[in-house]
């Protein structure tokens, strides 16, 4: 919506689209629900949405539409979920990390190394408006990268942690969900520059679980990272972002959370991700 902000469109009607787009798009995604009847025709369904989600060849990039599928019948990229052909999800290029930045960033930065590889200029060009999985020739003999040709025949990424480990990871997307909550409720009253420190702490916090979820023995040292960032935050503020005049001795909680973080994360890479023999590249 920043862009409609910008060409001024009133902050009453980005306020009550925004929620209502957000919902529109949220609602499909699910495998346990069916067809919708005469639905099909002109909105997006969950059916439509599989499809969306698939690597299968017949269904690589159909069903872009958000709201009404309408678009995607207009301009030939609509695609109805078959019987005979059930929807594998995932992407072509596995992800293996269940880091969601290096996932977000994992393609663009596949398109930047392969526009510095290649020898031909007009390939370092059209890279970036060419369709989805085109690569340079030299660069494909050069740097192979690992295709799912056979959908069906995908393995999922799993890393096998053990119930405490798993346990753990769930205890940190919660608080750290819970910490992002309350910047997005005290947006306005943190004000910047205090909102970009806050993000950097939270995008922090996400790859340091998310690194220790792929057993990465560095996950220590992004802990670590994390706790001299939430303290320098803490003197920079006095308290955290305002949090003790609504929670009497909320920022100890904090400090608390975190050296507990860093002492249990300590644990785990001494215990389970060391033994495993597993770093993971922190590269995608």
Not at 73 to 85: I, V
Not at 101 to 106: E, G, M, P, T, V
């Amino acid at each position: 919506m920043l862009p409609a902000a910008i060409l001024g469109v009133p902050i009453e009607v980005i306020s009550i689209v925004a929620p209502l787009h957000l919902f529109a798009q949220f609602w499909y995604h699910t495998r346990t629900i069916d067809r919708l009847g005469i639905l099909e025709y002109f909105l997006v369904t969950p059916s439509h949405h599989r499809v969306h989600h698939a690597i299968n060849p017949i269904y690589i990039d159909k069903n872009y539409s958000q709201v009404f599928i309408v678009w995607d019948k207009l301009f030939g990229t609509f695609q109805p979920e078959l019987p005979e052909e059930p929807p594998v999800y995932g992407i072509k290029k596995p992800a293996r990390t269940w880091n969601p930045i290096l996932i977000n960033f994992q393609h663009v930065w596949l398109l930047i190394q392969d526009a510095w590889h290649t020898s031909s200029w007009l390939d370092k060009l059209r890279i970036w408006i060419m369709p989805t999985g085109w690569r340079p020739a030299d660069v494909v003999q050069r740097y192979p990268i690992t295709i799912i040709d056979v959908p069906a025949k995908l393995v999922k990424y799993d890393t096998g942690l053990s119930k405490p480990l798993l346990y753990w990871s769930w205890a940190q997307f919660f608080i750290t969900s819970s910490l992002a909550i309350y910047l997005f409720n005290r947006i306005a009253a943190i004000g910047g520059p205090g909102i970009f420190w806050y993000g950097l702490f939270i995008f922090v916090s996400v790859y340091s679980f998310a690194s220790l979820m792929d057993k990465n023995v560095r996950a220590l040292a992004y802990e670590l990272l994390r706790l001299l960032l939430g303290l320098a935050l803490i003197g920079w503020q006095g308290d955290w972002f305002g949090l003790d005049s609504l929670v009497a001795g909320g920022t100890w909680l904090v400090i608390g959370y975190m050296g507990a973080s860093v002492a249990v994360t300590a644990w785990f890479v001494l215990t389970e991700v060391r033994g495993s023999l597993k770093l993971q590249p922190d590269s995608v």
